[in-house]
């Protein structure tokens, strides 16, 4: 049984995007991958879905129209019964996003790009081995 029933990648560089979908391909954690460049998107389509999906969804702070923040307030204001696991995607190294980051329930994780393997195992590593 796969772990998840899709991945979604909210960050609104189609390169980032590109390279994570590969590396969480690999990992055989589901069998979608979705990528959003605007995090409005992104929050339309989860909205749709029933709420029994599993989603693992990486979150990028700055982006223009919605970015990481707004995203979550309406993330939570639209998705109350939803139990998806955030974790957000970024380059801020700037521990005060770390910490506005742990405000927000579903975030379960700040992991600074690029994203690894390796960070990923020490934030879910019920779901993914340690390469």
């Not at 391909?25 to 959003?36: M, Q, S, T």
């Not at 709420?51 to 979550?72: A, C, H, R, S, T």
């Not at 995607?89 to 927000?104: A, M, N, P, V, W």
Request: net charge negative; glycine share 2%; with cysteine.
């Amino acid at each position: 049984m796969l772990a998840f029933d899709s991945i979604v990648l909210i960050d609104d560089d189609p390169i980032n995007n590109l390279i994570n979908k590969r590396l969480l391909g690999r990992l055989n954690l589901c069998d979608e991958i979705a990528e959003f460049l605007e995090a409005k998107d992104a929050l339309e389509k989860i909205r749709e879905l029933d709420n029994e999906k599993k989603l693992l969804i990486f979150l990028d702070i700055n982006m223009p129209v919605m970015n990481g923040w707004d995203f979550l307030t309406q993330y939570d204001l639209q998705c109350p019964k939803r139990e998806d696991i955030i974790l957000m995607l970024s380059s801020s190294i700037d521990y005060q996003d770390r910490k506005k980051s742990r405000t927000f329930e579903a975030v379960k994780g700040f992991i600074e790009k690029p994203l690894t393997n390796q960070k990923l195992f020490e934030i879910l590593p019920e779901y993914v081995k340690n390469e």
